[in-house]
């Protein structure tokens, strides 16, 4: 069921995208959900793609 990993997020990286979520065409951003999710449990996908879409509607990004 993957996310085997400790549910931890490199905070960096996160801040990174986060501050470049505007300017990434779809698929990039998709890639980068998937990437930052991959490890972790799947109970905390849903929060981090919340995240992202509110990132979205702050942005003016089409989803």
Known sequence: MGGS??????????KKLA???GVLPP??????????????PPKYRP???EYF??????NGVQP
């Open 5 to 14: 990993g400790q549910g931890k997020v490199d905070e960096k990286k996160l």
């Open 19 to 21: 501050e470049s979520w």
């Open 27 to 40: 698929a990039e951003r998709a890639k980068a959900i998937q990437e930052i999710t991959r490890d972790l």
């Open 47 to 49: 929060m981090i793609e």
């Open 53 to 58: 879409k509110s990132l979205n509607k702050v």
